[in-house]
């Protein structure tokens, strides 16, 4: 009777988790408001006038050439409008949903509650999982991996290895990352397989990873070489700068979500340890297998990701984590389906989702409201002030890309350093801007002559002033300063430049309102302000 109530309110929790998740997902794509600078970068470079133009530049936004591809045929099928655009998120967004349903179709059994509650509730795929960025696809495709090759453990059947092999393929053409948690997974596949002498299996799995890492040697050259420019980006990558984006991408409010996977985990561990003592001799083949693949999944990946970020060396955000967290939370929710003959796992479990239903909801309910920019604002702004004799400054150069995008008036812009292409994230051009003892030279001589002829000069993103009777010493030519290759000390270096001018030349400034009702997302609040007048 227990088991039967448990059975009733697991999938009911679990139906009402998913309801709530296509409201969240519906309420995101609802206030997002304008695309930030990676978006609009993927936009950008899939706009390309031919394909070739993208073929020849889709390593500067991190991601294989088929993602840009496929925005480039959504674009030509829907448009490119904002609204459309969060349609796309929105409908990644129903393909997670999708796939933790078709994983526990496959191997799990009961309900995904544990995969819908850390995934479907988690801002980071909310928010950023739903951007016009390759995580968020790129981790429905390497969650549908982790599933269909946990089912040929069981079942090696014609069409679930030709589904594990469209699924592995597509994985890895649309997030570079995904190679490595692929690798991972068929490693823990093969274990499992040779473990059982099923030979046949451990041969198809790793064919299957051998076939995929081959699909992915011609993107290796382009990579290679955009690596030498995004050496400004490279940082010392330790254990503690690995697990602390780690611990963000768990989701708001991070506390609670911490706790939420720590109680987790150790309730699964105590009960695995348990269930090895108690029940060692009947040990079911099915359920051990699942617990053996999901516990080695977890271990690997980690290893395997952390090893793959030491060795590309660049500064992470939580959303680089994104498919990581879907491997881990796949692995979870297969490691507690696997012990679901324990009452006590259950209730534990469900405890914990719903917790998590009534929490997070309500916690997250302000970021999921939160405009993702607000350039496209004061763009806006601009086109209906701006004169054509003024000349906009946008700093840093960074912004520069959104700007792009949605700045359609007749005023000159620049940003700072100066660059000659905004359409996608041009690292070459900002490490020649390093390497050069005037950066900004060019941008000083047009800021002046602007001011001299009595023209307005509009500064997006403002500029960073000095205390008085201070100056700022610049910085000499990458990689021989203090800072080395370091892009983030010039560009603070290049913004107190520039206000350090302002300061010495502009006889007036002001402050220009960019209103809006909505609270904008940090990573792209941006103010204006205009400056005019010359004094010698």
Same mark, same amino acid.
């Given at each position: 009777?227990?088991?039967?109530?448990?059975?009733?309110?697991?999938?009911?929790?679990?139906?009402?988790?998913?309801?709530?998740?296509?409201?969240?997902?519906?309420?995101?794509?609802?206030?997002?408001?304008?695309?930030?600078?990676?978006?609009?970068?993927?936009?950008?470079?899939?706009?390309?006038?031919?394909?070739?133009?993208?073929?020849?530049?889709?390593?500067?936004?991190?991601?294989?050439?088929?993602?840009?591809?496929?925005?480039?045929?959504?674009?030509?099928?829907?448009?490119?409008?904002?609204?459309?655009?969060?349609?796309?998120?929105?409908?990644?967004?129903?393909?997670?949903?999708?796939?933790?349903?078709?994983?526990?179709?496959?191997?799990?059994?009961?309900?995904?509650?544990?995969?819908?509650?850390?995934?479907?509730?988690?801002?980071?795929?909310?928010?950023?999982?739903?951007?016009?960025?390759?995580?968020?696809?790129?981790?429905?495709?390497?969650?549908?991996?982790?599933?269909?090759?946990?089912?040929?453990?069981?079942?090696?059947?014609?069409?679930?290895?030709?589904?594990?092999?469209?699924?592995?393929? %597509?994985?890895?053409?649309?997030? *570079?990352?995904?190679?490595? /948690?692929? &690798?991972? !997974? +068929?490693?823990?596949? =093969? $274990?499992?397989?040779?473990?059982?002498?099923?030979?046949?299996?451990?041969?198809?799995?790793?064919?299957?990873?051998?076939?995929?890492?081959?699909?992915?040697?011609?993107?290796?050259?382009?990579?290679?070489?955009?690596?030498?420019?995004?050496?400004?980006?490279?940082?010392?990558?330790?254990?503690?700068?690995?697990?602390?984006?780690?611990?963000?991408?768990?989701?708001?409010?991070?506390?609670?979500? %911490?706790?939420?996977?720590?109680? *987790?985990?150790?309730?699964? /561990?105590? &009960?695995? !340890? +348990?269930?090895?003592? =108690? $029940?060692?001799?009947?040990?079911?083949?099915?359920?051990?297998?699942?617990?053996?693949?999901?516990?080695?999944?977890?271990?690997?990946?980690?290893?395997?990701?952390?090893?793959?970020?030491?060795?590309?060396?660049?500064?992470?955000?939580?959303?680089?984590?994104?498919?990581?967290?879907?491997?881990?939370?796949?692995?979870?929710?297969?490691?507690?389906?696997?012990?679901?003959?324990?009452?006590?796992?259950?209730?534990?479990?469900?405890? *914990?989702?719903?917790?998590? /239903?009534?929490?997070?909801?309500?916690?997250?309910?302000?970021?999921?409201?939160?405009?993702?920019?607000?350039?496209?604002?004061?763009?806006?702004?601009?086109?209906?002030?701006?004169?054509?004799?003024?000349?906009?400054?946008?700093?840093?150069?960074?912004?520069?890309?959104?700007?792009?995008?949605?700045?359609?008036?007749?005023?000159?812009?620049?940003?700072?350093?100066?660059?000659?292409?905004?359409?996608?994230?041009?690292?070459?051009?900002?490490?020649?801007?390093?390497?050069?003892?005037?950066? *900004?030279?060019?941008?000083?001589?047009?800021?002046?002559?602007?001011?001299?002829?009595?023209?307005?000069?509009?500064?997006?993103?403002?500029?960073?002033?000095?205390?008085?009777?201070?100056?700022?010493?610049?910085?000499?030519?990458?990689?021989?300063?203090?800072?080395?290759?370091?892009?983030?000390?010039?560009?603070?270096?290049?913004?107190?430049?520039?206000?350090?001018?302002?300061?010495?030349?502009?006889?007036?400034?002001?402050?220009?309102?960019?209103?809006?009702?909505?609270?904008?997302?940090?990573?792209?609040?941006?103010?204006?302000?205009?400056?005019?007048?010359?004094?010698?």
């Amino acid at each position: 009777m227990k088991s039967q109530a448990l059975n009733f309110a697991e999938w009911i929790t679990a139906i009402l988790l998913t309801v709530v998740v296509i409201v969240l997902l519906f309420v995101r794509a609802e206030y997002a408001g304008g695309l930030w600078r990676d978006e609009c970068a993927s936009v950008q470079l899939a706009e390309m006038p031919r394909i070739a133009d993208v073929f020849q530049n889709f390593q500067r936004e991190s991601f294989p050439a088929p993602f840009p591809l496929i925005i480039r045929a959504y674009g030509a099928m829907f448009g490119t409008s904002d609204a459309a655009l969060r349609a796309f998120g929105f409908t990644v967004g129903l393909l997670l949903l999708a796939a933790v349903w078709t994983n526990a179709l496959l191997v799990t059994g009961p309900p995904p509650l544990l995969a819908l509650a850390l995934l479907g509730l988690n801002t980071t795929f909310l928010i950023s999982g739903t951007t016009m960025r390759g995580y968020g696809i790129g981790s429905v495709t390497i969650l549908l991996v982790f599933g269909l090759v946990g089912r040929m453990l069981r079942h090696l059947t014609l069409s679930g290895v030709l589904a594990a092999f469209c699924a592995s393929l %597509l994985s890895v053409q649309l997030l *570079l990352y995904n190679s490595v /948690l692929l &690798a991972a !997974i +068929a490693l823990a596949a =093969i $274990i499992v397989s040779v473990m059982h002498r099923q030979l046949r299996a451990a041969l198809t799995i790793a064919a299957i990873s051998l076939v995929c890492a081959m699909s992915i040697l011609p993107y290796l050259s382009p990579f290679w070489n955009e690596s030498k420019s995004t050496i400004v980006l490279r940082s010392q990558v330790t254990l503690g700068w690995f697990w602390r984006p780690l611990g963000m991408a768990f989701g708001h409010p991070i506390q609670f979500t %911490l706790a939420l996977w720590g109680a *987790l985990l150790m309730t699964i /561990l105590a &009960a695995i !340890i +348990a269930r090895s003592f =108690i $029940i060692r001799p009947e040990k079911p083949a099915a359920p051990w297998d699942n617990l053996l693949f999901a516990s080695l999944v977890v271990v690997i990946s980690v290893i395997f990701y952390f090893a793959f970020l030491k060795i590309i060396g660049y500064l992470t955000r939580e959303w680089h984590y994104l498919a990581l967290l879907s491997v881990l939370a796949g692995s979870v929710d297969l490691l507690a389906a696997s012990l679901c003959s324990i009452n006590l796992v259950r209730t534990v479990r469900l405890s *914990l989702v719903i917790a998590a /239903l009534i929490v997070m909801p309500i916690a997250n309910w302000p970021k999921l409201k939160q405009r993702q920019t607000n350039v496209d604002l004061v763009a806006q702004k601009l086109e209906h002030l701006a004169q054509p004799s003024d000349l906009i400054v946008v700093n840093p150069w960074t912004i520069g890309v959104t700007f792009n995008r949605y700045y359609h008036g007749g005023t000159r812009w620049v940003t700072v350093p100066t660059m000659s292409d905004h359409r996608v994230h041009r690292f070459d051009l900002l490490k020649e801007k390093m390497m050069s003892p005037y950066p *900004l030279a060019d941008l000083g001589d047009i800021v002046g002559s602007t001011l001299r002829a009595g023209h307005r000069v509009w500064l997006v993103g403002g500029i960073t002033l000095s205390q008085p009777h201070e100056t700022t010493v610049p910085l000499a030519p990458a990689p021989n300063s203090a800072f080395g290759w370091n892009c983030d000390a010039y560009a603070t270096v290049w913004s107190s430049q520039l206000g350090d001018f302002i300061q010495a030349h502009a006889a007036r400034g002001e402050p220009i309102p960019v209103t809006t009702n909505m609270v904008v997302n940090e990573v792209e609040d941006e103010p204006l302000v205009a400056v005019e007048g010359w004094r010698q």
